[in-house]
């Protein structure tokens, strides 16, 4: 009897965790170009439940691109292997968070209804808002990736900066209504509402990398992240009154920089570098 619980327990387990790394790999297939194993089994709502990796999937990009770094930075400049990284990520990601920043941009700049601006942002064509603003956004990424090797904080910034912003993302799907056409939506099977349990799955990962961090750059990022998702999750509800697939990127985007930006201010102004 105690055999057979024992094993009744051990195939729950194994079950457990293969529908985890089947979650896992949906996501992966889904926010990336990185190949995943055919037997990876695929339903819309396991896609829908694979967002709790999202932050994990930061994680395991910015162990790819530190990993990179550390092989081609003896070969050259900081500027070329960083720039070599941002291109990597691009390649990696398939521009995925940076299309969306961009058609963020261009809907909300260019529409002057809440109709007309999901309405751009469904065009897959460029405006000058989305060029503008993602010209921007690289060429300030560069910039700041370039410093925080100059500190030597290069790597931790990088898994802090792809997996905490992609936790701040996903976060909006919890406490923010769907706006965009359902059926046509590259995001559709991001849809639906998070779990609690989801949500806190998301934050334990994005969080994790905090602990290469002293409190005097941990402090003042937390409490900034905690006023840019607040203060972005109202100007999406009084733009277009909740989010889309595009909007969750530029979000993504956006917290990413920010996050390098507050890391580089706090040793800047610490003397920690």
Same mark, same amino acid.
């Given at each position: 009897m105690i055999i057979q619980k024992r094993y009744s327990s051990n195939n729950k387990y194994r079950r457990y965790l293969k529908r985890q790394l089947n979650l896992f790999y949906l996501a992966l297939s889904f926010f990336t170009r990185i190949p995943v194993p055919q037997s990876m089994y695929y339903s819309p709502m396991l896609l829908n439940k694979s967002g709790r990796y999202f932050s994990l999937i930061g994680l395991l990009l910015a162990g790819v691109l530190s990993l990179l770094f550390t092989l081609i930075s003896p070969l050259f400049p900081d500027t070329i292997s960083i720039a070599l990284l941002v291109i990597i990520s691009l390649l990696l990601t398939g521009a995925f968070h940076e299309d969306g920043l961009a058609d963020m941009a261009d809907g909300i700049g260019g529409g002057m209804t809440v109709e007309k601006r999901l309405t751009i942002m469904k065009d897959s064509r460029i405006g000058t808002y989305g060029a503008v603003t993602l010209f921007m956004a690289l060429a300030l990424k560069l910039l700041v990736l370039i410093e925080l090797a100059q500190i030597v904080y290069l790597i931790p910034s990088l898994f802090l900066g792809y997996a905490l912003s992609r936790a701040i993302a996903a976060s909006l799907i919890y406490d923010l209504p769907y706006v965009a056409d359902i059926d046509t939506s590259k995001s559709k099977p991001l849809a639906n509402k998070q779990s609690p349990f989801e949500l806190k799955l998301l934050f334990v990962i994005? &969080? $994790?990398p905090l602990v290469f961090f002293p409190l005097t750059t941990t402090l003042p990022l937390i409490l900034t992240l905690f006023i840019f998702? $607040?203060?972005?999750k109202q100007w999406l /509800?009084?733009? /277009?009154g909740g989010y889309t697939g595009d909007c969750l990127g530029a979000c993504q985007q956006l917290s990413e920089l920010l996050i390098? &930006?507050? /890391? &580089?201010?706090s040793f800047t102004s610490f003397g920690q570098a």
């Open positions: 994005g &969080l $994790a998702r $607040a203060s972005f /509800i009084k733009r /277009i390098y &930006l507050v /890391i &580089l201010a």
